[in-house]
């Protein structure tokens, strides 16, 4: 199947840990995402890359760090876990245009992380 | 900045009820808008855009620049189309973003 997909889907592990999720998308797009959703639905955006190089970095702690080894995937690393990462977490990619006006994003099926 | 306001968390609705989600948003230049939805177990898809004016499942939505909103609406609302809405704002530009509204729940019952 064509798609954005993430492991691991869920995630719980205590405090003080680091953690990875991996994302990969095969639609050959070059431009991928990660999203944060609390506990109150509320989406933010935190890192985007495009063909391998950040482009967006909102104000996410030092703690996360995005890694993009190609195209087609986006990784994200969490140092040191807090309770307040508590979340899920959502990579999309996107195929941008020429013009610079913005495509569908396409998003995977999230990362429930629980720190305990 | 630009900004995304979605003034509801929840709208209950009758099946065949008419649905307005509103939204209103923020921004000098010329935006893109997209409404998003969240089934339930489901991941988040795009449901319309303006630039394409259609109508997806029934909903549509007019970007009204002098209001700044971007309402999406139905005239006959279906047990289906519960989900979680998203209203997304972007603009053109080599670090663009999409920035969400907070979502609204829609509840339709039978």
């Known amino acids: 199947d064509t798609a954005v997909s993430q492991t691991p889907k869920y995630l719980v592990t205590q405090m003080g840990n680091d953690k990875s999720i991996k994302c990969e998308q095969n639609l050959g797009h070059d431009t991928m995402y990660w999203y944060k959703q609390d506990s109150k639905k509320f989406l933010k955006i935190m890192f985007s890359y495009n063909n391998k190089e950040l482009i967006i970095n909102e104000t996410v702690p030092n703690r996360f760090s995005p890694k993009s080894p190609d195209k087609a995937h986006l990784n994200l690393h969490i140092n040191s876990l807090e309770l307040g990462d508590s979340a899920v977490y959502f990579c999309a990619s996107s195929q941008d245009l020429a ?18 | ?35 998003y939805v969240q089934y339930s177990r489901q991941r988040l ?19 009204n620049k002098g209001e700044t909103s971007f309402h ?18 972007s603009f053109p530009g080599a670090n663009s973003k999409l920035t969400f509204g907070k979502g609204i729940t829609l509840s339709v019952r039978p």
Request: with cysteine; net charge positive; hydrophobic share 35%.
């Open chain 2, 72 to 89: 999406l609406k139905k005239p006959f609302a279906q047990e289906e189309d519960s989900a979680m809405y998203y209203c997304a704002l």
């Open chain 1, 99 to 116: 013009s610079g006006r913005r495509n569908e994003q396409f998003f995977g099926p999230g990362t429930r992380l629980t720190v305990l």
């Open chain 2, 1 to 35: 900045a630009q900004r995304v306001t979605q003034p509801e968390k929840l709208l209950s609705v009758f099946k065949g009820a008419p649905v307005e989600l509103k939204c209103n948003y923020s921004y000098s230049g010329s935006p893109e808008l997209f409404w």
């Open chain 2, 45 to 63: 898809q795009l449901l319309l855009r303006h630039i394409s004016r259609e109508s997806i499942k029934g909903f549509t939505a007019d970007l």
